[in-house]
């Protein structure tokens, strides 16, 4: 099972709170993608902290695209992550159990919490492979790739970020973990915004 978590990297999440989210605020339509969001826990978490920090209306214009390609290691990938079921262990090891509590019930099934239907109906999950170098739409607000480039050799991570970069409206924000930085000849195409890495702007490239 893919090593991921509710909450995980709450630096790189600050930044996003911080520095992203205040420019999203007020648009009519704001398009996320998560690549390579494993079980779900982390698109389910920046749900949270959308509907948290934007209100009503600003939460309503949101859509976050959480793919992965692992559908073999996750049966029924689309459907049984989209319904949000985790143990509620999670509440223990999380950063932000009062998150979690806010936005879920217990669930049908003893010992399991919920993600409550207004945190999953912005989650759409879509299987796709990043190494198609094909990217699952365009005029995207934010691009999140936390933990997924270290599987990847140079070449296929610089071919994967100039896909993010496609795939970004002008602007946009991508949001790395803390081992990587956008890889080797495709640095011009980004503006380091956060200290320590984390969240770079889209650079036109001309
Ligand atoms: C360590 S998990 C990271 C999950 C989450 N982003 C996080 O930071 O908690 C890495 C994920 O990358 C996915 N992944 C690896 N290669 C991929 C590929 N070619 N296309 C899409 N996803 C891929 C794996 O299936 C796994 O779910």
């Given at each position: 099972m893919?090593?991921?978590a509710?909450?995980?990297?709450?630096?790189?999440?600050?930044?996003i709170?911080?520095l992203?989210?205040?420019?999203?605020?007020?648009?009519?339509?704001?398009k996320?993608?998560?690549?390579?969001c494993?079980?779900?826990e982390?698109?389910f978490s920046?749900a949270?902290l959308?509907?948290e920090?934007?209100?009503?209306?600003?939460f309503s214009?949101i859509?976050?695209?959480?793919t992965d390609?692992e559908?073999?290691?996750?049966?029924?990938?689309?459907e049984?992550?989209a319904?949000?079921?985790f143990?509620?262990?999670?509440?223990?090891?999380t950063?932000?159990?009062?998150l979690?509590?806010?936005?879920s019930r217990?669930?049908?099934r003893?010992?399991?919490?919920?993600?409550?239907?207004?945190i999953?109906?912005?989650?759409?999950?879509?299987k796709?492979?990043?190494?198609?170098?094909?990217e699952?739409g365009?005029?995207?607000?934010?691009?999140?790739?936390?933990?997924v480039?270290?599987?990847?050799q140079?070449?296929?991570q610089?071919?994967?970020?100039?896909?993010f970069?496609?795939?970004?409206?002008?602007?946009?924000?991508l949001?790395?973990?803390?081992?990587?930085?956008?890889?080797?000849?495709?640095?011009h195409?980004?503006t380091?915004i956060?200290?320590?890495g984390f969240?770079?702007?889209k650079?036109?490239?001309?």
């Amino acid at each position: 099972m893919a090593l991921t978590a509710f909450f995980r990297d709450m630096q790189s999440l600050h930044y996003i709170v911080s520095l992203a989210m205040p420019e999203l605020l007020g648009r009519s339509r704001v398009k996320i993608w998560d690549a390579g969001c494993a079980t779900g826990e982390e698109p389910f978490s920046l749900a949270m902290l959308f509907c948290e920090h934007l209100g009503y209306f600003g939460f309503s214009n949101i859509v976050i695209h959480a793919t992965d390609h692992e559908e073999s290691e996750f049966p029924q990938f689309r459907e049984s992550i989209a319904e949000g079921v985790f143990p509620e262990l999670v509440l223990k090891t999380t950063p932000r159990p009062d998150l979690i509590r806010k936005y879920s019930r217990p669930a049908a099934r003893p010992g399991y919490i919920q993600v409550v239907e207004e945190i999953r109906s912005k989650v759409v999950f879509q299987k796709h492979d990043l190494l198609s170098y094909r990217e699952v739409g365009t005029d995207f607000s934010l691009v999140v790739c936390k933990n997924v480039l270290l599987h990847f050799q140079p070449l296929q991570q610089s071919e994967v970020v100039r896909m993010f970069h496609r795939a970004l409206a002008p602007q946009g924000f991508l949001a790395l973990d803390q081992a990587h930085r956008p890889p080797p000849g495709t640095e011009h195409l980004w503006t380091n915004i956060a200290e320590g890495g984390f969240l770079y702007r889209k650079v036109e490239s001309g």
